[in-house]
């Protein structure tokens, strides 16, 4: 049997750790296991590229970040549209004929899920493995390269809490993760932050004035915030998410957090400093933890592979690896509960989400 692997959209820590996961799964338990990696994700298969991926080619990756197959994104709107006479999805369909491919290895995000269930229902077989630091792929408890993104970021707002005691200073810690709050609230959780902001709970900048000052007024001479890059005032909510970006661009601001900032500092009179971790939260070595779940998932997945078992994508359920149809999950996020167990329970120990 032929097999192809690819890496699609952003990347994380862990998805060396499938390739090779897969690769070694594959090697001890199908015979004459032909594997060959697609290079730039959807790219790669767009233009019918490939190279062979052999046994030492997995050696010494399980602690590697990115990806040695390279990545890209390629816009989920744009795969049917047709252009020189034929679509980005008729010709990943072509290639995969073409490669001679008995079954694709898709390791990526919400994105990614979409256009393999795509690729499904054109007649690929196609299995999926969930991918991300956001953590908001729906039908898995969670994602790969998440556990990785919540330890750097964690340590990051360890580093910045010291500085931030040091001048008596509110630092507000900018977090990866524009439609979901997972990475923000974990980590925030984790690093001990005395506030978080994230998409599902829209804040009020008065509610996060106040609650800074009722802190500073109680003796806390330093306040950490922890906010989303996809954190949204109350009062944006009404605006379609292409709207909030225009103003925020007028703003010179891809974000709230810089624009937050400058409001706190001026209402409350404290010194305030914004930090954005960005892709730090995506690079570099990834925590045992993902080693080990990346190691499941993947040898999940080609396990998937060998039985015949298509159209589908590992996933994480209780401490169980599990699979779901693509068709079932392509298209949905999963969402922090601003009502559940988390989120009640940071707030029962004082932590705000301003509102
Ligand atoms: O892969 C997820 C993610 O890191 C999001 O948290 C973030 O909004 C986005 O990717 C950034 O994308 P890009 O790599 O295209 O800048």
Known sequence: MKFGILTSGGDCSGLNAVIRAIGLYLEENVRDAEIVGIPDGYGG???GESFPLRRNDFENIIGLGGTILRTSRQPYKLMTVSENGSSRLERMCENYRKMGLDCL???GG???HKTAALLSMEGCNVVGVPKTIDNDIYGTDVTFGFQ???EVATE???RIRTTAASHSRTMLVEIMGNKAGWLTLYTGIAAGADMILIPEIPFSVDAVCDFV???RRSGKTHTIVAVAEGAVLASEVKFKRSERVFVRTERGENTVTQHLAEILQERTGFETRTSVLGYL???????AYDRLLSTRLGGFAAKLAADGKFGVTAAVSGNRITFNALTDIAGKYKFVDPEGDTVRFAKSIGIGFGI
């Open 213 to 215: 000052a009722a802190q």
């Open 148 to 150: 990785t993104a919540v």
């Open 45 to 47: 298969l767009i233009r």
């Open 281 to 287: 939260q995506r690079g570099g070595t990834p925590c």
């Open 105 to 107: 290895f898709t390791l």
């Open 110 to 112: 919400a994105g990614t």
């Open 156 to 158: 990051a707002i360890d």
